[in-house]
């Protein structure tokens, strides 16, 4: 809707400003979901986020609080929505930031990355107990 573009530029512009990355997003009732489940049913509309889901309003608080404290390089292990957050936070604040995934990692995954403006590092794999690749280097995955 217009409200929600138009909230989004304003909180854009915020940023620079040191103001949240994420926006204000609708809660929208589904009359259709809430028939089914047999309950009332709301929608929180996290996917027009600026970097596409809720992970931007942790992230990016976390990285503007590094960048206040001198961060100057971020780095991210993360190629999902928590990858995408960081970028783009790293970009808005104007500083590099680096995102390290598996080999093997989608080029759509990659290509999405890198239009945040992030260098992505492509390392080997281990497979963890559970099931899980990890990197081979200590990289922490996002606790967000």
Known sequence: ???VVAEMERSLVGCAKGEHFHVVTPLLESWALSQVAGTTVFLKCENVQPAGSFKIRGIGHFC???AKRGCRHLVCSSGGNA???AAYAARKLGIPATVVL???T???VVK???GEGAEVQL???VRTPEGRDELEWAVPPSPH
């Open 112 to 114: 999405r990355l890198q």
């Open 1 to 3: 809707s217009l409200y």
């Open 106 to 108: 989608s080029l759509q």
């Open 102 to 104: 598996p080999e093997g």
């Open 64 to 66: 503007q609080e590094m």
């Open 83 to 85: 990858g995408v957050a």
């Open 123 to 125: 390392s080997g794999k």
